[in-house]
């Protein structure tokens, strides 16, 4: 597994209290839409950060998830 497939991986896989935590959000719906969002934006975006953290970081800083309810 490369770092790209790692870090895909461990988007995928964070858990409802970590998104919720990140977020402030406690409606499953939207932790899933954020996760979902988040995901993608990974997949689109291989070699440009070296954890989810940082992954997070810009996609969560720059509002890029697509549910801008969620903002």
């Known amino acids: 597994m490369n770092s790209h497939e790692k870090i895909i991986r461990d988007a ?4 409802d209290g970590t998104l ?15 996760q979902a ?16 953290m940082q992954a997070w970081d810009f996609f969560w800083g720059n509002g890029l998830t697509g549910n801008k309810n969620l903002r």
């Not at 995928?12 to 858990?15: I, R």
């Open 12 to 15: 995928a896989s964070l858990s």
């Open 20 to 34: 919720a935590t990140l977020t402030g959000r406690r409606s499953f719906a939207e932790l899933e839409q954020v």
């Open 37 to 52: 969002d988040f995901v993608a934006f990974v997949e689109k975006h291989p070699g440009q950060c070296e954890t989810w």
